[in-house]
Nanobody, 125 residues
């Protein structure tokens, strides 16, 4: 029905920058909240990093405020995460999440939550 595809992860040194991107595709009527979550090594939990509503409201975890910026392109169903001043503790697998109004049939819609496959971010000297 709907797929999320992330890109932009990699290995960088402390202080450097990365820009993550995620695009939603499929049977989409509209996309509500889009966000980025991080799973640290050795843990199962995915913690919120940043989220943006369809009207542009944003929320960040305290540890990334002032360094990360989330943005979106509603026309392309894309969300971005600009990460500046990266630190080793920022490392992890970053997952994109979107709440999507899915087209399920003629004049039928259902809101569902989708996750991407994740992209690895490693910050190390």
């Amino acid at each position: 029905q709907v797929q999320l595809e992330e890109s932009g992860g990699g290995l960088v040194q402390p202080g450097e920058s990365l820009r993550l991107a995620c695009v939603a595709s499929g049977s989409i009527s509209s996309v509500y909240d889009m966000g980025w979550f991080r799973q640290r090594p050795g843990t199962d939990a995915r913690e919120l990093v940043a989220v943006i509503t369809d009207t542009g409201g944003t929320e960040y975890v305290e540890s990334v405020k002032g360094r990360f910026t989330i943005s979106r392109d509603n026309a392309k169903n894309k969300v971005y995460l600009q990460m500046n001043g990266l630190k080793p503790e920022d490392s992890g697998v970053f997952y994109c999440r979107a709440d999507v109004n899915v087209i399920t049939g003629y004049n039928e819609r259902r809101v569902s939550r989708f996750w991407g496959q994740g992209t690895q971010v490693t910050v190390s000297s």
